[in-house]
């Protein structure tokens, strides 16, 4: 079974968490394409959803599901009752990085505003710690130069991510070599940095569910 396979029974499998009546927070990425695709087919059953960046709003439109600004869809419900995207990494503990495409910040904040967030990965994403895969800091660009120094001291090797502007104007810093042993100490570390929009830890909004895509199929982890 290829990646893809593996990404496409996940995304399928999510839509067993997906009720009848509720708004849904939806993520950004190919997993997260797969998971649109698929929610098509109860697009009538659902008021709505919330996009976790433009790429997904657009494609959530392109299938007719109505996609709602996040302040408004507060308002008409308490929470959203669940955020379903893919991730970059995940461990043990179900931390996650995510950012991989560069939505990390809107991707935190739908999370944070759902009740349950609903990881759909495949295996090749499973690792013992965070950190194989380059570490992304949303950065206002007036402080480019000070969280690349503070990248520096905390052993990584900072890269801006060339050509790339968030949604919401900042650039990305990609931090590699990182070895992340103890992940909700420098999600904290990180955001505390002036300039820091955001950093693609997801310890504090980690996974409650992962789901993993594998040859023989999808495993739940609780
Ligand atoms: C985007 C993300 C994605 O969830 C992450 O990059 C995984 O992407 P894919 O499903 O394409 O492997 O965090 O910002």
Sequence with gaps: MTQNEMKQKVAEA????????????????????????????????????VASSEATAQRLKGHGIPVLDLNEALKQVASLSVYIDGADEFDGKKNLTKGGGGALTR??????????????????????????????????????????????KNGGEPKVRAGFTTDNGNIIIDVHGLKITDPRALEDELNSVPGVVTNGIFSHQGANVVLMGTPDGVITIE
């Design 14 to 49: 999510a839509l067993a968490y997906v009720e009848a009546g509720t708004i849904v927070g939806v993520g950004t990425g190919s997993t997260a394409n797969m998971f649109i695709d698929a929610l098509a087919t109860k697009k009538n059953d659902i008021i709505g959803a």
């Design 107 to 152: 991707e935190k904040i739908v999370a944070a505003a759902s009740d349950k967030f609903i990881c759909i990965v495949d295996e090749t994403k499973r690792v013992d710690h965070l950190g194989a895969f380059p570490l992304p800091i949303e950065v206002i660009p007036m402080a480019c130069e000070l969280v690349i120094g503070i990248a520096k």
